[in-house]
């Protein structure tokens, strides 16, 4: 009797929870991408006869209302248009809280412009033998693909370093790019880009370079991240890197070197506590499987034993699993006078 009870309540309430998110979604105007994307499309065609094709899209709940339609655009297979719609009476047919002309046109612009900065990049890799395998979400940092080891990374560091080098020169004293103080480049052992997600070829290359599944397949694995400084349009080719983990083995990694600073540490101040807050860490000079970061430290930590706010600091140097090798320097006065951190940099 009491299971019947149990099974009618378990009934009533999956009804009232399914009557819940329908009036919810209703009431937010998600009924799918249809009638958004055939607005996007009447659009494009009014507005840009014959020159964009919808290609896909995708719901902008729960975030937002709407959809995002993306288009190919005719005549370059590099260039991808995004558009925010939004056909809900509510919104009375905005474009991501604005007139769809104007958004549309923002966004053809826009597109072909990202297009015309990703070749190039790409021209200025490809030049020096790195191909490009994926993007960020908005079109840089450039992922490329190279065996790293302590007997490649001096020279993997400085020809990636080069190909900066070319896309700076080639974009221009006015890019956003040479006008920065540096950039950054991932690179992925081949083994890890031979199993990418690839996409379709038929996709616009900056669809496919910039997917989030793309780039989950390549950073679910560890892989490098490499640094270059910029100073009016000259590139520091020689560039430092850093290992880039998953979330497991980044954390594993924290836990063992913040357990064997703390435990050296008790020697001077035996009531130590230890910030579980990970610092970048850096690859030693032609090496991979040495690098050296911060960890902060209390003397005395709070009333609940923590670490909060430290202005003390062990730059440590480890091996690949986070054991130090050899000894651990210490720095104070870390913190300025507002409080914002600033650690010498190593």
């Not at 080639?170 to 996409?199: I, L």
């Not at 694995?221 to 983990?245: C, L």
């Not at 990694?253 to 001077?268: D, I, M, N, P």
Request: net charge neutral; charged share 25%; with cysteine.
């Amino acid at each position: 009797m009491a299971g019947s009870r149990r099974r009618q309540w378990r009934t009533v309430m999956t009804g009232v929870l399914a009557g819940s998110l329908a009036v919810l979604m209703g009431a937010c105007g998600v009924v799918g991408t249809k009638d958004d994307r055939r607005a996007a499309e009447d659009l494009a065609e009014k507005h840009f006869p014959g020159r964009l094709r919808a290609i896909g899209a995708r719901t902008l709940f729960p975030g937002t209302g709407g959809s995002e339609v993306t288009f190919a655009v005719s005549g370059d297979r590099d260039a991808v248009v995004r558009l925010r719609i939004d056909t809900d009476e509510n919104e009375r047919g905005s474009c991501d809280g604005k007139d769809c002309v104007g958004a549309l046109t923002e966004a053809v612009e826009r597109a072909r412009q990202q297009a015309e900065d990703f070749r190039t990049l790409e021209s200025a890799f490809d030049a020096c033998g790195y191909e490009v395998v994926a993007l960020g979400p908005t079109g840089t940092p450039p992922y490329v693909v190279a065996e790293v080891t302590n007997a490649t990374v001096t020279r993997v560091l400085s020809e990636i370093g080069q190909c900066v080098q070319r896309w700076v020169t080639a974009s221009g004293p006015d890019s956003t790019v040479a006008k920065g103080q540096g950039t950054y480049v991932n690179v992925v052992s081949p083994a890890v880009a031979e199993r990418r997600n690839r996409g379709k070829d038929s996709w616009p290359t900056l669809m496919r370079l910039t997917r989030s599944d793309l780039l989950a397949s390549l950073t679910e694995y560890t892989h490098f991240s490499a640094s270059y400084e910029i100073e009016a349009g000259r590139v520091d080719t020689a560039g430092s890197a850093r290992e880039v983990r998953p979330f497991r083995e980044r954390q594993k990694f924290g836990e063992t070197v913040q357990s064997a600073v703390k435990e050296q540490l008790r020697t001077t101040y035996p009531r130590v506590a230890v910030s579980e807050y990970q610092w970048i860490w850096r690859l030693e000079p032609g090496r991979v499987d040495r690098q050296t970061g911060y960890v902060l430290f209390c003397p005395e930590p709070d009333t609940r034993g923590r670490c909060v706010d430290s202005d003390d600091a062990a730059l440590v140097t480890t091996d690949e699993k986070g054991v130090p090798v050899g000894k651990i320097r210490l720095v104070h006065d870390v913190r300025d006078a507002s409080g914002i951190l600033r650690l010498p940099p190593y």
